[in-house]
T-cell receptor
Framework: EADIYQTPRYLVIGTGKKITLECSQT?????MYWYQQDPGMELHLIHY???????EKGDLSSESTVSRIRTEHFPLTLESARPSHTSQYLC????????????FGQGTRLTVV | AQTVTQSQPEMSVQEAETVTLSCTYD???????LFWYKQPPSRQMILVIR??????QNATENRFSVNFQKAAKSFSLKISDSQLGDAAMYFC????????FGKGTRLHILP
């Protein structure tokens, strides 16, 4: 079992609310990622981080923001949720060089009503 | 920019048979890593197998093996003796600092 955790697993929230999706790992990994998974299961990279105080936008434009104040924690925030933000969000982490495998959280299924 | 293409949205295979999932990619780099990940229904994504581009020998992990053709930029996954527990979404991935996934192939195992 991978030591990477996402909370909450499921979230139903009203339009306009601010939300934070949590992602934590206890493996000391430098690299962390957020993916948005669409209904067809395709994975879109929305944010990534190489380490503390490093954050980059991914290939899919997103209204969300991230922070990396601690190695183990990579939260994703939506200041004002909208129905278009409804999706599955996956967090992943890995360490070392390019040959290291990524470990994934169980995902957060967000529904904005 | 790197791209990864999986041309088979869905596949089905009879239990105990062999199936091959296709993946092609594009990159200008010479040294890189390729992965196959598996996402079972309602469960976490996990690693199936990895291949280092500088290694000519195809990677093998038990019933899973790859056919890596660097010149053709092809990286297919072969599953032998398919089992019901192999049913999942399979993602091919190109990895450097980012992890770029293909669109995935949903594999059904027929009893």
């Amino acid at each position: 079992e991978a030591d990477i955790y996402q909370t909450p697993r499921y979230l139903v929230i009203g339009t306009g609310k601010k939300i934070t999706l949590e992602c934590s790992q206890t493996m000391g990994h430098d690299k962390m990622y957020w993916y948005q998974q669409d209904p067809g299961m395709e994975l879109h990279l929305i944010h990534y981080s190489y380490g503390v105080n490093s954050t980059e936008k991914g290939d899919l434009s997103s209204e969300s923001t991230v922070s990396r104040i601690r190695t183990e924690h990579f939260p994703l925030t939506l200041e004002s949720a909208r129905p278009s933000h409804t999706s599955q969000y996956l967090c992943a982490s890995r360490g070392g060089g390019g040959n290291t495998e990524a470990f994934f959280g169980q995902g957060t299924r967000l529904t904005v009503v | 920019a790197q791209t990864v293409t999986q041309s088979q949205p869905e596949m089905s295979v009879q239990e105990a048979e062999t199936v091959t999932l296709s993946c092609t990619y594009d990159t200008s780099e010479s040294d890189y890593y390729l992965f196959w990940y598996k996402q079972p229904p309602s469960r976490q994504m996990i690693l199936v197998i990895r291949q280092e581009a500088y290694k000519q020998q195809n990677a093998t992990e038990n019933r899973f093996s790859v056919n890596f053709q660097k010149a053709a930029k092809s990286f297919s996954l072969k599953i032998s003796d398919s089992q019901l527990g192999d049913a999942a979404m399979y993602f091919c991935a190109f990895q450097d600092d980012k992890i770029i996934f293909g669109k995935g192939t949903r594999l059904h195992i027929l009893p």
